[in-house]
């Protein structure tokens, strides 16, 4: 199949790989798009049959999907998480001429090896926290002696954010290291560590559509990583975000020409063609944005946060990225604002109970209010948790106060056993609003 037949028959068949909430986020918006004629989804989840056919195909199996997309006519893969970026999966549709939604396996190592991209940011004049990389736990330990008290200890591969330790003094940096490098709990992911400045500031989650040359910029939003409220306790897949999240004029240039600009030239410099979702987690610093990671794909759960608030045709824009068509300016939006709060399971993230059955799904939500599934199953008696994070209850009004309120209206009619969910979502964007309110 040629790029351009897809495009052609007018209506697309539309594959979606993955199964948590932002892929139950994705479905649904690409349900809306008039342009879809069927929604495939590979492994996708009984939450996600709601809107998409799911089919037994192994999703990280580049040529089962290839050969998949090739019987069932599929115009557009997307991919939401990144598992099979990394084993290759874009690059196999690519190659068969199949459009593709996120990037092939080597810009994919944006995400999936810090060290790479640590690499990548320092040679393109991207700011971020001074990081030193280890192959030997000796030199590792050896060089912390030299480190001042802050730093952060990350593991260089996909550890499903197990694989970083904010150490608040050397004693727990030097415990981090063995366990990444000696412990064995990460596997290959602890072969490589990096040893990094420990930043401090608010933290801003920056979502691009990049289309080769081109992209357009997301409304920002905010992640809650920490399991608890107040920032305190583990860190997590994310708690729950919200969207837009206000920066001012001099943060918002600087993000877009000494982080996004850099990323984009880089990408272009390296020869590294990238047709997908670029997520960039930053820090807004005393000195400026800087950046600590970067995602391939979008954000969860700030998919669920951002997905709501954007109009037109999505799955155009996806397809034209996947494409390398030139975006047309950026996305438009609804204005207003979401707020999404994560219910988890008992023991998250350490070792989440399952199999709990869930109250309070069927009752009719109130307008604007969605509830996403990252981690649920259809028993015989309903729906039962499964996973860690377990739902994602999403709120949409005209200001973030409102939606906040919504979702947690939401939240109120939902339970199972030791589920468990920040109170304090969106409080820390909001008090700056409210701060300058009171001061006016
Ligand atoms: P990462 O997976 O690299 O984004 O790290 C996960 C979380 O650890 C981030 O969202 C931050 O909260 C925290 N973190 C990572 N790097 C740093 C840093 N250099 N300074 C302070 N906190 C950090
Ligand atoms: N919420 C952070 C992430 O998707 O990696």
Same mark, same amino acid.
């Given at each position: 199949?040629?790029?351009?037949?897809?495009?052609?028959?007018?209506?697309?068949?539309?594959?979606?790989?993955?199964? /948590?909430?932002?892929?139950?986020?994705?479905?649904?918006?690409?349900?809306?798009?008039?342009?879809?004629?069927?929604?495939?989804?590979?492994?996708?989840?009984?939450?996600?049959?709601?809107?998409?056919?799911?089919?037994?195909?192994?999703?990280?199996?580049?040529?089962?999907?290839?050969?998949?997309? /090739?019987?069932?006519?599929?115009?557009?893969?997307?991919?939401?998480?990144?598992?099979?970026?990394?084993?290759?999966?874009?690059?196999?549709?690519?190659?068969?001429?199949?459009?593709?939604?996120?990037?092939?396996?080597?810009?994919?190592?944006?995400?999936?090896?810090?060290?790479?991209?640590?690499?990548?940011?320092?040679? @393109?004049?991207?700011?971020?926290?001074?990081?030193?990389?280890?192959?030997?736990?000796?030199?590792?330990?050896?060089?912390?002696?030299?480190?001042?008290?802050?730093?952060?200890?990350?593991?260089?591969? #996909?550890?499903?954010?197990?694989?970083?330790?904010?150490?608040?003094?050397?004693?727990?940096?030097?415990?981090?290291?063995?366990?990444?490098?000696?412990?064995?709990?990460?596997?290959?992911?602890?072969?490589?560590?990096?040893?990094?400045?420990?930043?401090?500031?608010?933290?801003?989650?920056?979502?691009?559509?990049?289309?080769?040359?081109?992209?357009?910029?997301?409304?920002?939003?905010?992640? @809650?990583?920490?399991?608890?409220?107040?920032?305190? /306790?583990?860190?997590?897949?994310?708690?729950?975000?919200?969207?837009?999240?206000?920066?001012?004029?001099?943060?918002?240039?600087?993000?877009?020409?000494?982080?996004?600009?850099?990323?984009?030239?880089?990408?272009?410099?390296?020869?590294?063609?990238?047709?997908?979702?670029?997520?960039?987690?930053?820090?807004?610093?005393?000195?400026?944005?800087?950046?600590?990671?970067?995602?391939?794909?979008?954000?969860?759960?700030?998919?669920?946060?951002?997905?709501?608030?954007?109009?037109?045709?999505?799955?155009?824009? #996806?397809?034209?990225?996947?494409?390398?068509?030139?975006?047309?300016?950026?996305?438009?939006?609804?204005?207003?604002?979401?707020?999404?709060?994560?219910?988890?399971?008992?023991?998250?993230?350490?070792?989440?109970?399952?199999?709990?059955?869930?109250? /309070?799904?069927?009752?009719?939500?109130?307008?604007?209010?969605?509830?996403?599934?990252?981690?649920?199953?259809?028993?015989?008696?309903?729906?039962?948790?499964?996973?860690?994070?377990?739902?994602?209850?999403?709120?949409?009004?005209?200001?973030?106060?409102?939606?906040?309120?919504?979702?947690?209206?939401?939240?109120?009619?939902?339970?199972?056993?030791?589920?468990?969910?920040?109170?304090?979502?969106?409080?820390?964007?909001?008090?700056?609003?409210?701060?300058?309110?009171?001061?006016?």
């Amino acid at each position: 199949m040629t790029e351009r037949s897809a495009r052609a028959r007018g209506r697309l068949r539309v594959l979606l790989l993955g199964a /948590g909430g932002r892929e139950h986020a994705l479905a649904w918006k690409l349900r809306r798009s008039a342009s879809l004629e069927k929604l495939f989804s590979a492994p996708g989840s009984e939450a996600i049959s709601e809107h998409a056919e799911r089919v037994a195909l192994d999703s990280l199996d580049p040529s089962a999907v290839t050969a998949f997309c /090739g019987r069932e006519k599929v115009g557009l893969v997307v991919v939401g998480p990144e598992a099979p970026l990394e084993a290759g999966v874009a690059d196999a549709l690519r190659a068969a001429g199949v459009p593709v939604f996120g990037p092939g396996k080597a810009a994919a190592r944006l995400e999936t090896s810090k060290a790479f991209a640590k690499d990548f940011m320092t040679r @393109h004049g991207v700011p971020t926290a001074r990081h030193q990389t280890f192959s030997s736990a000796a030199e590792a330990r050896d060089a912390l002696r030299s480190w001042a008290s802050g730093v952060v200890v990350k593991a260089d591969g #996909l550890a499903q954010g197990k694989g970083v330790a904010v150490c608040a003094d050397r004693a727990e940096a030097l415990k981090a290291v063995s366990e990444f490098m000696e412990g064995g709990r990460l596997g290959k992911a602890g072969a490589r560590i990096i040893l990094e400045e420990r930043l401090s500031g608010p933290e801003l989650s920056v979502m691009a559509l990049v289309s080769s040359g081109s992209m357009s910029l997301l409304p920002f939003s905010r992640d @809650h990583k920490r399991l608890a409220d107040d920032d305190e /306790g583990p860190n997590t897949g994310g708690m729950g975000a919200v969207a837009p999240v206000p920066v001012g004029p001099e943060a918002l240039r600087r993000i877009e020409s000494e982080v996004m600009a850099r990323v984009l030239a880089g990408l272009k410099a390296d020869g590294l063609d990238y047709r997908g979702a670029l997520y960039a987690g930053l820090m807004l610093t005393k000195d400026g944005p800087k950046a600590l990671e970067f995602n391939c794909r979008f954000g969860d759960p700030e998919a669920q946060a951002v997905l709501p608030l954007l109009e037109g045709d999505f799955l155009e824009t #996806l397809l034209d990225c996947s494409l390398g068509r030139p975006l047309a300016g950026p996305v438009k939006t609804s204005g207003g604002a979401c707020a999404c709060v994560v219910l988890a399971s008992e023991g998250y993230p350490e070792a989440p109970r399952t199999g709990r059955p869930i109250s /309070g799904l069927e009752a009719p939500l109130e307008e604007g209010v969605r509830v996403f599934h990252a981690g649920t199953s259809r028993g015989e008696r309903g729906w039962v948790t499964k996973g860690g994070r377990v739902l994602g209850v999403t709120a949409t009004a005209a200001s973030l106060e409102e939606a906040r309120n919504k979702a947690y209206a939401g939240v109120s009619r939902i339970s199972f056993e030791g589920m468990r969910y920040r109170k304090d979502i969106g409080a820390a964007t909001l008090e700056p609003a409210r701060k300058a309110r009171r001061a006016s």
